[in-house]
Each structure stands twice: as structure tokens, then as C-alpha cells.
């Protein structure tokens, strides 16, 4: 690495403590279940998964272990 790409290297290790800078829009995820795959999506400020517990439930143990992944980088209401 140059010079310049070093510092910037430094600069996003610094960035990559600070997740509260870091606000996450929309992602999409193929999620390998202990069970079955599963598409987890997140989009307009909320969670989509097409497993079963989700349908009723509005979060499961996909979203969650995403929002554990994403620790501050989702909006605070839907992490809540
Ligand atoms: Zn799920």
C-alpha cells in the first residue's frame, strides 16, 4: 500500500469503531439456517424474513442475530 492508502487504511479502522457514523438503508441477505436458507432483507426502516416464525412474530432468530451483526448501524426503533 502507498502512503495515501495507508492513511486512509488508519482512518477506516478508526471509522469501523464509530458505528454510530454508519446508518444502514437497505441490505440484502442469503442467511444459511441451521434448517433450511433463508432471505432476510431490510428495507424502509424494517425486517423481512420468509421463515416461518417471522410471519407471526415480526422478527426471529435471523433478523436478530443480524441486529447483534449490525450493532447500531440499523435505525434505533427497529433495533429496540
Ligand atoms: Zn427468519
Not at 502512503?3 to 471509522?15: H, P
Not at 436458507?37 to 407471526?56: A, S
Not at 435471523?62 to 441486529?67: I, Q, R, V
Amino acid at each position: 500500500m502507498d502512503n495515501g492508502m495507508i492513511r486512509k487504511y488508519e482512518k477506516a479502522k478508526l471509522y469501523a469503531e464509530e458505528r454510530d457514523r454508519i446508518s444502514i438503508q437497505s441490505m440484502a441477505v442469503n442467511f444459511d439456517g441451521k434448517n433450511n436458507p433463508h432471505k432476510v432483507e431490510f428495507k424502509d426502516d424494517g425486517w423481512q424474513c420468509d421463515c416461518h416464525f417471522f410471519e407471526t412474530r415480526k422478527r426471529c432468530s435471523h433478523t436478530m442475530a443480524l441486529e447483534l451483526i449490525l450493532d447500531q448501524m440499523i435505525p434505533e426503533k427497529v433495533a429496540s
